[in-house]
């Protein structure tokens, strides 16, 4: 548990935690933009319609599934890792520097098939790495703001995350898409447009990433004598010992494997049922993005009012509900209001998840715990794009394939424990 003398001795002045916080809000920031334009709304579409227009459905969803799988696999040992070097921000700069460059190096996926196998491979480094970032970028949270403030330091930073990825998407919209003759007369018969956006996504990545490497400081090292695996066993001793927890990463592992299969494919959706364009799911993705961020913003305060199981529980609820409606749409505009609807449920959820690791966390086990939420979000996510590669392969419909989302939101909100015990009443 954070006290306030660990906050005062770690930081001079309030400026200086104030430039911490601000440049630990950015990081999210920064990394919203490969989601947003990587996995969701361009370069998918891109792969599955232009790349490997057929069977790139399946393909795209098979390598999520696999990248996801290796993910949860790695998460517990890196963050046991991480708490054992107490280098949080090398791990961290390493995984930015990867996800920046692999991101970037989508550009050379040309629309032919020739490049499906180099596509898929750099999608893969570029989710693993961004998604492993988060591992340590969320231990650090303890150490910026008191508990009855992490709620809202989380959201407000979710809620900057979405508005770099509605920015960004604004500008690729804008400068890439939409003209006619796109920014460096880049060519459109060989999708140099879309390709570009990869390189503007790795580069805003880096470059926003990194003033939290210069004003965040990170905790001390925690260095243990005994050796790695016993260390292993001890972690999962401590979050079982911890009241609701695991419980709660059960939960989690179901209803985020619902969150991100609606992330991989909720682009390719849109584009194969209502036939959105290129630049009609940008727009959406703007639009989304904005609902999002308010919801995020506002979950953030709400959390630390009502508390983070009740968040998350209202925020499935409405996901579960308006989801229903999207896949049903018997139009384009019902799906816009439905769909813009989703957002502001979305950032809630998630955004109070990593805060309840850091609220129950011990500071010494804090990257290897947050390691076990990364393992829960990941180590059964390759099943919902499975599952929906597999659905929509078997009935031929995108609708069936996405009602595996409600589905998995519906398990993880029955296994949803209504309370979490902090620290300091345990």
């Known amino acids: 548990m954070t006290h306030t003398s660990d906050l005062t001795s770690s930081y001079a002045d309030t400026t200086s935690l104030y430039k911490a916080r601000l440049s630990w809000m950015m990081f999210d920031w920064a990394c919203s933009p490969i989601s947003a334009l990587h996995t969701t709304f361009v370069f998918a579409v891109y792969f599955t319609t232009v790349v ?36 949080l921000k090398s791990f961290l700069f390493a995984c930015l520097l990867g996800a920046s460059l692999a991101t970037a190096g989508l550009w050379f996926v040309t629309p032919d098939s020739s490049t499906i196998w180099l596509a898929l491979g750099l999608s893969a480094l570029s989710i693993f790495t961004i998604e492993t970032a988060f591992i340590f970028y969320n231990a650090v949270l303890p150490s910026l703001a008191h508990p009855h403030k992490q709620g809202q330091l989380s959201g407000t930073a979710w809620g900057l995350g979405y508005i770099g990825a509605i920015l960004s998407l604004v500008l690729v919209l804008v400068f890439l898409i939409l003209p006619d003759t796109p920014l460096f007369g880049l060519e459109k018969a060989t999708s140099e447009p879309v390709r570009a956006t990869m390189v503007f996504a790795g580069l805003w990545a880096f470059i926003f990433g990194l003033p939290l490497f210069f004003y965040v400081r990170t905790p001390p090292t925690q260095p243990r004598s005994e050796p790695f695996l016993p260390q292993m066993l001890q972690t999962i001793r401590t979050a079982q010992k911890i009241p609701y927890l695991m419980r709660f990463l ?52 709400i959390t630390d009012k009502l508390g983070v199981p009740k968040i998350i529980r209202l925020s499935l609820w409405g996901l579960i509900i308006i989801g229903m409606i999207c896949i049903a749409s018997p139009s384009k505009e019902v799906f816009w209001i439905s769909g813009l609807s989703l957002g502001l449920f979305i950032g809630p959820c998630q955004s109070a998840s990593r805060v309840w690791i850091s609220l129950v966390a011990p500071e010494e086990d804090r990257a290897s715990l947050f390691g076990l939420l990364m393992m829960s979000g990941k180590l059964t996510s390759f099943l919902g794009p499975l599952f929906y590669g597999w659905l929509v392969l078997a009935s031929g419909s995108d609708r069936i394939g996405m009602l595996i989302v409600p589905l998995l939101l519906g398990a993880g909100l029955a296994l949803m424990p209504r309370r979490l015990t902090p620290p300091s009443k345990r």
């Open 52 to 87: 490997m227009p057929e069977g790139g459905n399946f393909a795209w969803s098979q390598m999520t599934a696999i990248t996801a799988l290796l993910i949860a696999i790695t998460a517990p040992f890196i963050g046991r890792l991480a708490d054992n070097t107490g280098r």
């Open 250 to 301: 059960i939960a989690r592992m179901l209803f985020n494997d619902g969150l991100i299969t609606l992330f991989a494919f909720g682009g390719i959706f849109a584009a194969r049922i209502f036939g959105f364009g290129q630049t009609e799911i940008l727009i959406f993705a703007i639009g989304l993005n904005l609902t999002a961020g308010i919801g995020a913003y506002c979950g953030g305060i």
